[in-house]
């Protein structure tokens, strides 16, 4: 039997079809062409890298800088976030790590021979779970591609990003032991935004924690983030933790963690990122 066609007078529904059509169409060229774009970033490597300082709010030195690396501003990336946030939806997340990771380690060693910086200075590097999961990785690549830049594991601090990408923490805290045994450590970031990260936090055992910067927006006005810090403050004390407050972006905020006895801290009120290794270590002497 034969579908009948519709009336004349009903092209609704032909309508709507043709234009989510039109839509999914559009969309799928558009993915299409950010897939390709991306593949040129990492084959020509026009990330910029970026490092921001983390400064110990007590005593005013620099415990070390956060690599970040960010692509082309372009119609297709209009920003940092919709790029990375791309990348999770592809099959190029453990490669683009890996390319993360050796265009990392190979920056830094030439920023620190330019700006004649000690060659133990400490780098923390966002790495994806994944990556520190894969065989080869665990297998002394990283600590090989380390000494190729004169670098070592120890001055090395794996950040942990998408913490939701950890099903099995049992499992994962071997695989960091691991890494911790070669003498590399471990910080969980975005720390009080969400479930992830406090189970992350307690299972993990992470030698820093980065708190959230909406826990660090004027925290001096808001009793309620002041208590939550205060919180992660003592778990941080009872388990031998360093904790960083990331997103710091106003003096009335430092002078607050200070007060509040926070070790270390980070955000454009210190110093935004920057291309080369930019010294902070004055800002409270």
Same mark, same amino acid.
């Given at each position: 039997?034969?579908?009948?066609?519709?009336?004349?007078?009903?092209?609704?529904?032909?309508?709507?079809? $043709? !234009?989510? @059509?039109?839509?999914?169409?559009?969309?799928?060229?558009? #993915? %299409?062409?950010? =897939?390709?774009? &991306?593949?040129?970033?990492?084959?020509?490597?026009?990330? $910029? !890298?970026? @490092?921001?300082?983390?400064?110990?709010?007590?005593?005013? #030195? %620099?415990?070390? =800088?956060?690599? &970040?690396?960010?692509?082309?501003?372009?119609?297709?990336?209009?920003?940092?976030?919709?790029?990375?946030?791309?990348?999770?939806?592809?099959?190029?997340?453990?490669?683009?790590?890996?390319?993360?990771?050796?265009?990392?380690?190979?920056?830094?060693?030439?920023?620190?021979?330019?700006?004649?910086?000690?060659?133990?200075?400490?780098?923390?590097?966002?790495?994806?779970?994944?990556?520190?999961?894969?065989?080869?990785?665990?297998?002394?690549?990283?600590?090989?591609?380390?000494?190729?830049?004169?670098?070592?594991?120890?001055?090395?601090?794996?950040?942990?990003?998408?913490?939701?990408?950890?099903?099995?923490?049992?499992?994962?805290?071997?695989?960091?032991?691991?890494?911790?045994?070669?003498?590399?450590?471990?910080?969980?970031?975005?720390?009080?935004?969400?479930?992830?990260?406090?189970?992350?936090?307690?299972?993990?055992?992470?030698?820093?924690?980065?708190?959230?910067?909406?826990?660090?927006?004027?925290?001096?006005?808001?009793?309620?983030?002041?208590?939550?810090?205060?919180?992660?403050?003592?778990?941080?004390?009872?388990?031998?933790?360093?904790?960083?407050?990331?997103?710091?972006?106003?003096?009335?905020?430092?002078?607050?963690?200070?007060?509040?006895?926070?070790?270390?801290?980070?955000?454009?009120?210190?110093?935004?990122?920057?291309?080369?290794?930019?010294?902070?270590?004055?800002?409270?002497?």
């Amino acid at each position: 039997m034969k579908t009948p066609l519709l009336p004349a007078s009903d092209k609704s529904g032909l309508y709507h079809y $043709t !234009t989510y @059509f039109y839509h999914a169409t559009q969309q799928y060229l558009l #993915s %299409c062409r950010r =897939y390709y774009e &991306l593949q040129k970033i990492i084959r020509t490597q026009t990330l $910029t !890298t970026f @490092f921001q300082p983390i400064l110990n709010l007590q005593e005013g #030195s %620099c415990l070390g =800088y956060e690599v &970040l690396n960010r692509p082309p501003i372009s119609s297709l990336f209009p920003d940092t976030e919709s790029f990375y946030e791309f990348i999770g939806y592809t099959d190029q997340v453990f490669a683009f790590e890996c390319f993360c990771r050796d265009l990392s380690f190979k920056r830094l060693s030439a920023a620190l021979n330019e700006a004649e910086k000690p060659k133990d200075t400490v780098v923390f590097v966002n790495i994806h779970p994944q990556v520190l999961s894969d065989s080869n990785y665990r297998s002394g690549e990283t600590i090989q591609l380390l000494a190729r830049y004169g670098l070592s594991p120890q001055q090395v601090v794996f950040e942990l990003t998408e913490k939701q990408a950890v099903h099995d923490y049992v499992a994962f805290e071997r695989i960091l032991s691991h890494y911790r045994s070669q003498g590399f450590r471990i910080a969980i970031d975005d720390a009080g935004s969400g479930y992830n990260s406090l189970k992350a936090i307690v299972s993990l055992k992470p030698e820093f924690i980065k708190l959230d910067k909406s826990l660090v927006r004027h925290i001096h006005l808001y009793p309620n983030q002041q208590h939550v810090v205060k919180l992660l403050q003592e778990f941080a004390a009872d388990s031998g933790t360093y904790i960083i407050a990331e997103g710091i972006e106003e003096m009335e905020e430092i002078a607050f963690l200070r007060e509040e006895g926070i070790q270390y801290g980070q955000g454009y009120a210190i110093k935004k990122p920057a291309t080369e290794l930019a010294d902070v270590s004055l800002l409270f002497s």
